[in-house]
């Protein structure tokens, strides 16, 4: 930052003070500097007010470059960055390939002012230059691959910071958000082979024309650095660090709700703002009270509550308790869901639940609301309406785009949830994956989308379709049963530091695009959003109906297809040779049954002896359950420690909160035909386990061809 930047920035920031002192802040007087771009990413006060100044947030990414006419022919292609695609993934070729097959393309070129808000790679080789306001040196001039994972590790003046938070809060999974502001342009080049992976995605905002922005400079990394330290800390644990500012006493919420009866479990009067919601709901079938128990928000007497969703569902983690923590949500091991969205009202706020089961629930918790002065002019309704289509056939022949929030007026799209039931038998995710779809965000008069993505894992911000459990704080797997993508699946992104503002309308939808036909899938979800009054949206009323009771498909058999071809399965409990061992029942196992081996002491040993009908190269796969009893096993093979494909040769299978089946891999060896023995050698489990278990769904032989 030059001398004058910097008087300019401490005189706009001792200006801004002085106004706050007197009422609602004039933010078209404030300058955007690093340092401010760091303070929004924490600002959960600042997304319910209309941004000023203003902006437009588009991605530049790797999508197929002939998704070009909307529902036409070639719409839902799908070469977005495998590399060999028909046409360049890329906005200009800048330099044909030469003999060694390497050229130039254009990223983005982006007139300012702007900010680079987020990036995302599953995977891309070669290197990237980024040209800040036309320097003659680029600010990053590397392997492409770090820049858009590893951005900071690049300046040594990063060095200072916190380095363990950066890396759950810069760095979420596979992407980073590391805002980067320019005054006049921002030019991003990749040089590289065409033909070789190159998966990207680049967001940026392009604010109005004449807003003042400093330009990033690495020094920017120590002359914020105090603030960078102060948000990654609040951003690494929001419940410890952002406690409500509100002083008042908090509300009490305490409610039952017989079946089919609504009440009204809080009302206030305004002008103010609900900061927080503490709700804990309490029921003999909690999961399926979670899903037919209905949240209902109305603010400033609209007749149809500007919330609208299954009370589970609503803070991000559905179905059931699946514990994690987010920026705005919270989701604690006893049940209590915590949300801190802030959301302001003029007049009055009604807090209604909907008892939609058939069993008596209870609601318990507080809210804390504060002071606010509503902005004629500013202010949003905040927005959050739930909607399920089931029984559904997803298709990769029959590709269909899935709305998540079509509405008419002005506001800014805050955050994404999707809440699936996926049926398929394939218990790998090459097969049962569902969502090679990509995300298409239409705002106000876009022919093509601002946003248009590469899959729907990376628009939550990881890849390859990975069954993960991660939770950061602005997206997150908090489940996903198994084996594979198999079973229900959730996935939560939140827009804070790259929301989505939009005049006049904005059209959020989803590709349903799966590995392979799949009926019986079930894909509720929810756009979060603030609304300025008037708003209108394509919301239908929850029916009863729509939230029924789901459940897996009883007695499923695994499919030797996808990345299961050319296997056969066998049940744990067929290879006990005839020693008899406990059983599991639930829809979530093959056959409906699972082999609970309960071991005695550290040493014991469970065999299971494995067929395989003739000679070959192979890999032997098992599926264990993960749960809150599961101990821990060194596996061996034939007398042998056999390593597993992630390097080691022991599992774990203990998760507190989650009941889970993942795929155990041995490495790929040569095996004759013949009766072979798979052993299980107990190692121990947590202390506070009475009595430990390993559960073994089934074990399965693929050759390797």
């Given at each position: 930052m030059n001398t004058y930047e910097m008087l300019w920035a401490i005189g706009s920031l001792l200006l801004a003070v002085l106004v706050a002192g007197c009422g609602p802040r004039d933010t078209s007087r404030e300058v955007v500097t690093t340092g401010s771009l760091y303070e929004e990413m924490i600002d959960l006060a600042g997304l319910a007010e209309f941004p000023d100044p203003a902006y437009k947030t588009i991605q530049l990414s790797s999508y197929d470059r002939r998704s070009s006419v909307p529902g036409g022919p070639e719409w839902f292609a799908n070469s977005d960055g495998f590399g060999g695609e028909p046409l360049p993934g890329f906005e200009a070729v800048l330099s044909e390939p030469g003999a060694d097959s390497i050229g130039q393309y254009l990223m983005a070129d982006v007139e300012g002012p702007g900010a680079m808000v987020r990036l995302w790679t599953a995977a891309i080789d070669g290197s990237v230059q980024l040209w800040l306001d036309g320097e003659s040196e680029p600010v990053y001039d590397g392997p492409a691959n770090d820049f858009f994972q590893r951005l900071l590790d690049a300046y040594p003046q990063a060095d200072s910071l916190n380095r363990e938070n950066l890396e759950r809060t810069i760095y979420q999974r596979d992407a980073v958000y590391a805002p980067i502001p320019f005054a006049r342009r921002l030019r991003l080049v990749w040089t590289g082979n065409l033909h070789h992976i190159h998966f990207y995605q680049l967001e940026v905002r392009k604010y109005a024309p004449g807003t003042r922005v400093v330009t990033f400079q690495p020094e920017d990394l120590v002359t914020y650095g105090e603030t960078i330290d102060r948000v990654t800390a609040a951003l690494a644990d929001p419940d410890a660090t952002l406690p409500p500012s509100a002083q008042s006493e908090p509300?009490?919420?305490?409610?039952?709700?017989?079946?089919?009866?609504?009440?009204?479990?809080?009302?206030?009067?305004?002008?103010?703002?609900?900061?927080?919601?503490?709700?804990?709901?309490?029921?003999?079938?909690?999961?399926?009270?979670?899903?037919?128990?209905?949240?209902?928000?109305?603010?400033?007497?609209?007749?149809?509550?500007?919330?609208?969703?299954?009370?589970?569902?609503?803070?991000?983690?559905?179905?059931?308790?699946?514990?994690?923590?987010?920026?705005?949500?919270?989701?604690?091991?006893?049940?209590?869901?915590?949300?801190?969205?802030?959301?302001?009202?003029?007049?009055?706020?009604?807090?209604?639940?909907?008892?939609?089961?058939?069993?008596?629930?209870?609601?318990?918790?507080?809210?804390?609301?504060?002071?606010?002065?509503?902005?004629?002019?500013?202010?949003?309704?905040?927005?959050?309406?739930?909607?399920?289509?089931?029984?559904?056939i997803a298709d990769p022949n029959a590709v269909q785009d899935l709305p998540f929030l079509v509405a008419r007026g002005q506001g800014v799209y805050v955050g994404t949830t999707s809440i699936l039931l996926n049926p398929n038998p394939v218990p790998t995710p090459a097969g049962s994956w569902w969502g090679e779809g990509d995300e298409k965000v239409f705002v106000d008069e876009d022919a093509q989308p601002s946003l248009f993505g590469t899959g729907s894992e990376d628009y939550y911000n990881y890849s390859w379709s990975s069954p993960d459990i991660f939770t950061f704080p602005y997206c997150g797997q908090p489940r996903n049963d198994g084996p594979g993508n198999r079973g229900f699946v959730t996935n939560y992104r939140w827009h804070v530091l790259d929301p989505l503002p939009f005049e006049r309308s904005i059209g959020f939808y989803m590709e349903l695009y799966s590995h392979e036909r799949t009926p019986g899938l079930s894909y509720a979800r929810i756009g979060y959003h603030y609304g300025r009054p008037g708003l209108t949206d394509d919301h239908a009323t929850i029916m009863p109906l729509d939230v029924r009771e789901l459940r897996l498909p009883d007695g499923w058999v695994p499919a030797a297809r996808g990345g299961a071809r050319n296997s056969v399965f066998h049940q744990a409990e067929e290879l006990t040779g005839g020693v008899w061992m406990p059983l599991a029942s639930d829809p979530l196992y093959a056959g409906g049954r699972l082999l609970v081996w309960p071991p005695g002491r550290v040493g014991d040993v469970l065999r299971l002896n494995v067929p395989v009908a003739a000679s070959g190269e192979y890999r032997i796969h098992f599926v264990a359950r993960l749960d809150q009893n599961g101990g821990t096993a060194e596996v061996w093979w034939d007398g042998e420690a056999a390593e597993l494909t992630d390097g080691t040769s022991s599992v774990d299978l203990y998760r507190p909160h989650r009941t889970l089946l993942r795929n155990y891999t041995l490495r790929q060896r040569q095996i004759s035909a013949g009766t072979h023995v798979l052993e299980l050698v107990y190692t121990g489990a947590p202390a506070e386990i009475e009595r430990p278990e390993i559960g073994i769904d089934f074990v399965w032989v693929q050759e390797r061809r």
């Open positions: 509300h009490a919420i305490a409610v039952e709700l017989a079946p089919g009866e609504s009440v009204d479990a809080l009302v206030l009067e305004g002008p103010a703002a609900l900061q927080q919601l503490e709700l804990k709901l309490e029921a003999d079938q909690v999961e399926r009270a979670l899903r037919q128990t209905v949240l209902h928000i109305h603010f400033d007497d609209y007749p149809r509550g500007q919330v609208q969703s299954p009370l589970g569902d609503f803070f991000g983690a559905a179905p059931g308790i699946n514990p994690y923590q987010s920026l705005p949500f919270s989701v604690l091991p006893d049940g209590t869901m915590i949300s801190r969205f802030v959301m302001p009202f003029q007049q009055s706020l009604k807090v209604r639940l909907e008892n939609m089961g058939d069993q008596t629930v209870t609601v318990t918790g507080s809210a804390r609301s504060a002071p606010y002065e509503w902005d004629p002019d500013r202010s949003m309704h905040f927005r959050a309406r739930w909607r399920a289509d089931h029984d559904m």
